[in-house]
T-cell receptor
Framework: GQQVMQIPQYQHVQEGEDFTTYCNSS?????IQWYKQRPGGHPVFLIQ?????EVKKQKRLTFQFGEAKKNSSLHITATQTTDVGTYFC????????????FGKGTHLIIQP | NAGVTQTPKFRVLKTGQSMTLLCAQD?????MYWYRQDPGMGLRLIHY???????AKGEVPDGYNVSRLKKQNFLLGLESAAPSQTSVYFC?????????????FGPGTRLTVT
C-alpha cells in the first residue's frame, strides 16, 4: 500500500530560526494536504496542494508540491512560539478514502 | 455551528468492557472517519463512511465496529476493550469530493484501557 514518510520526527529550534518538514510518498499523489495539531488539540487543516510544482504561501508558511507529485515540504520562516505543535501531511492517491494516508508528523519544539 | 463534536472526552475502561464513542457533525458532510492517534504513529484510519448507511474498513479496523444510521452521526464501538486500544480517538468529516479536500476534526476522546 501507499506509504507517506515524513521527516524529521522531531525538530528543536530557537525562536526566530527557520523550520522545514518534508513528506515523501511511495506513489504519485493526486494532492496533498497539510494539518497542524497544537499540543493537546486536534488536527486543523492548513492547505491543499494539487498541481505539480505548486507553491503556496500563508504569511510565514511556504508549502511546496514536487514536480513529480511524490514529495512536499512545509517551511516556516522566523518561527514564533505560536508555531509549536505537530505538522502532518496527508497524501491522496485516488480511489476513495482508501487512498488517504497521513504521515507520522513532525513535532516542532521552540526554545525561547 | 458546532462543527464536529465527540462524546465522551475521556474514558477509562477495564479489559473486556465495551463502549461506544459518538461523533456528530452539523456541516452536512457525506464523509466521516474514525482515526486513532498513538505516540510516534501519527493518525491511523480505523473505519470510514461515505454516506448514511455505509461503512468501510480503514488501515486498523480489528477490534472496532462502526455504524452510520444518520448522516450526521458516526458511532465507533469497542465490543471487548483491550489495553492495546488505549489511544486518542479522533472523528473527522469532509465533503464528498473526488479531491478529498479539508477534513474537519473533532476534539478527540482519550481512552485508557486497564
Amino acid at each position: 500500500g501507499q506509504q507517506v514518510m515524513q521527516i524529521p520526527q522531531y525538530q528543536h529550534v530557537q525562536e526566530g530560526e527557520d523550520f522545514t518538514t518534508y513528506c515523501n510518498s511511495s506513489t504519485t499523489l493526486s494532492n496533498i494536504q497539510w494539518y497542524k495539531q497544537r499540543p493537546g488539540g486536534h488536527p486543523v487543516f492548513l492547505i491543499q496542494l494539487v498541481k505539480s510544482g505548486e507553491v503556496k504561501k500563508q504569511k510565514r508558511l511556504t508549502f511546496q508540491f514536487g514536480e513529480a507529485k511524490k514529495n512536499s515540504s512545509l517551511h516556516i520562516t522566523a518561527t514564533q512560539t505560536t508555531d509549536v505543535g505537530t505538522y502532518f501531511c496527508e497524501g491522496y492517491s485516488g480511489g476513495g478514502a482508501d487512498g488517504l494516508t497521513f504521515g507520522k508528523g513532525t513535532h516542532l519544539i521552540i526554545q525561547p | 455551528n458546532a462543527g464536529v463534536t465527540q462524546t465522551p472526552k475521556f474514558r477509562v475502561l477495564k479489559t473486556g468492557q465495551s463502549m461506544t464513542l459518538l461523533c456528530a457533525q452539523d456541516m452536512n458532510h457525506e464523509y466521516m472517519y474514525w482515526y486513532r492517534q498513538d505516540p510516534g504513529m501519527g493518525l491511523r484510519l480505523i473505519h470510514y463512511s461515505v454516506g448514511e448507511g455505509t461503512t468501510a474498513k480503514g488501515e486498523v479496523p480489528d477490534g472496532y465496529n462502526v455504524s452510520r444510521l444518520k448522516k450526521q452521526n458516526f458511532l465507533l464501538g469497542l465490543e471487548s476493550a483491550a489495553p492495546s486500544q488505549t489511544s486518542v480517538y479522533f472523528c473527522a468529516s469532509s465533503y464528498l469530493d473526488h479531491q478529498f479536500y479539508e477534513q474537519y476534526f473533532g476534539p478527540g476522546t482519550r481512552l485508557t484501557v486497564t
